[in-house]
């Protein structure tokens, strides 16, 4: 069985709904969705997922503990663990032990544009799938000043492998425990120094895919340029269609809100007028099934780039986000 995974927790409640949202819509309602739990803050969800048949809370102890216990010997590796506290956006790598046998991963903060198809297409030829242009910056993923990058790596590699965690596509059973042990033992033998010290997971991901030589495919390197889209939020040149984008006529696949954090949608929904890029197209998917609750604004909208504010303070305030 093929399915869609994802990882959330209370607090992307919102990201999240706008997320099963369009899939519902893109990819049909019938489409198994398998959530990772970020933490135990899962109340909302739960409740929201009993009315949708196709989706379930993924709930294996074993393999989330599993995977606790991988990332607190990987961080480890790389800072100080007395002060390291051990977060929940690692257990996405559930997902390879999960019910799917192929799967493809988007953060709550995506929206689904178009049939995933091709992505799975590719995975009877590859193990993992991205689609993404995080390989033009490699800096967010390895030390580019640690000698030994290029003795793990050679710059072929780094130049072409490296991508976003938000969205991939992947098989289940390509990290197993003697995997995993494997890899721990790498990073204890020197090679943690090579990982960017800021990004959680994501360096780690991209270590784990590079060092077990998995064959690795891109969208956006391996489509013609004038079929290619990108995805990120950040591109404000997309142009929308019916609550579809599309990139110079290219339909996108997926969009990703990257840089707008959770706090923020989570205070738009609760009526606060504070405009982030494509939030009109956010607020449909949100709102898709209970448009009676979409805000209405009445007042002239702030930019979510704006220092801290009165706003933001209030509106975190009214959702019991901060005292």
């Given at each position: 069985m093929n399915g869609i995974c994802t990882l959330a927790n209370d607090y992307v409640f919102d990201q999240l709904v706008a997320l099963l949202n369009s899939i519902d819509v893109i990819l049909g309602k019938e489409t198994p969705v398998c959530i990772y739990p970020f933490d135990q803050q899962t109340q909302r969800i739960a409740e929201e997922i009993a009315k949708r048949p196709n989706v379930f809370l993924y709930d294996d102890q074993a393999s989330i503990n599993r995977w606790d216990q991988f990332m607190l010997k990987a961080a480890a590796e790389r800072m100080n663990p007395s002060k390291h506290r051990l977060y929940g956006a690692h257990r996405r790598f559930c997902a390879f032990d999960g019910p799917f046998d192929k799967f493809i991963y988007l953060d709550a903060d995506t929206l689904v544009m178009n049939s995933l198809d091709a992505?799975?297409?590719?995975?009877?030829?590859?193990?993992?799938?991205?689609?993404?242009?995080?390989?033009?910056?490699?800096?967010?993923i390895y030390n580019t000043k640690s000698p030994?990058?290029?003795?793990?790596?050679?710059?072929?590699?780094?130049?072409?492998?490296?991508?976003?965690?938000?969205?991939?596509?992947?098989?289940?059973?390509l990290f197993n425990s003697e995997q995993t042990d494997w890899l721990i033992e790498n990073l204890q033998n020197g090679e943690a120094e090579i990982l960017y010290g800021g990004a959680g997971e994501q360096p780690l991901l991209n270590y784990m895919v590079m060092k077990s030589g998995l064959k690795t495919y891109n969208f956006a390197q391996q489509l013609p340029?004038?079929?290619?889209?990108?995805?990120?939020?950040?591109?404000?040149?997309f142009e929308e269609q019916d609550y579809i984008l599309y990139d110079k006529g290219n339909r996108l696949t997926y969009l990703h809100y990257i840089g707008v954090p959770p706090q923020v949608t989570q205070a738009v929904c609760a009526g606060e007028n504070i405009d982030f890029p494509y939030r009109d197209l956010f607020l449909h998917y949100r709102y898709l099934h209970e448009p009676e609750n979409r805000p209405n604004f009445t007042t002239t909208a702030q930019s979510y780039q704006a220092p801290a504010t009165n706003l933001l303070t209030r509106a975190l305030k009214k959702i019991n986000l901060i005292k």
């Open positions: 992505v799975f297409h590719q995975l009877d030829v590859y193990d993992f799938i991205v689609y993404d242009f995080q390989f033009k910056d490699i800096s967010k030994k990058l290029l003795q793990v790596f050679p710059q072929s590699r780094l130049d072409t492998e490296i991508f976003c965690s938000g969205f991939y596509g992947a098989k289940r059973g340029e004038n079929q290619k889209t990108g995805c990120s939020a950040t591109s404000k040149h």
